[in-house]
């Protein structure tokens, strides 16, 4: 992993997921569980930065959260992966640690992109729940 980051979250999370594929490449060599979850966080990284660059083309800002939610999901279970992989001695503490810092960083900045963007769903169950009363009392 780089020393310094871009500023661009797309773009720090595009270069952990090239930084993740010749890590799992490697890993993938050995055969079995290994390979496997070598396959999933391969799948889970790219997936994250994927679903990044998805929620800049998105339409409403209902699709950006959506998309920006996977995102964060993907990234945490690609950090699972990576705490798996260390904890079972799959790969060198040298070759896994810096990818896990980064994952442990990415999830937290995703996290609080999250959390700005969740006053919507108030705003959005303020409006259902007004709606339903206004219905409501229109039958009585």
């Known amino acids: 992993m780089p020393t310094s980051h871009p500023s661009d979250l797309r773009e720090r999370v595009f270069e952990f997921s090239c930084a993740v594929v010749p890590f799992c490449r490697e ?35 209902r699709e950006f959260a959506a998309k920006n939610s996977i995102s964060l999901k993907e990234m945490r279970e690609a950090l699972f992966w990576l705490r798996v992989i260390l904890r079972c001695g799959l790969a060198s503490k040298e070759s896994v640690q810096p990818l896990l810092m980064e994952a442990d960083e990415l999830t937290a900045m995703l996290t609080a992109g999250m959390k700005r963007l969740r006053p919507l769903r108030f705003v959005l169950l303020c409006c259902v729940l007004l709606t339903s009363v206004l219905v409501l009392s229109s039958y009585f």
């Open 27 to 61: 890993m993938s060599k050995e055969p079995g569980v290994v390979r496997q979850i070598a396959w999933q966080l391969a799948d889970a990284a790219t997936s994250s930065g994927a679903n990044l660059e998805e929620a800049k083309a998105a339409y409403s800002r």
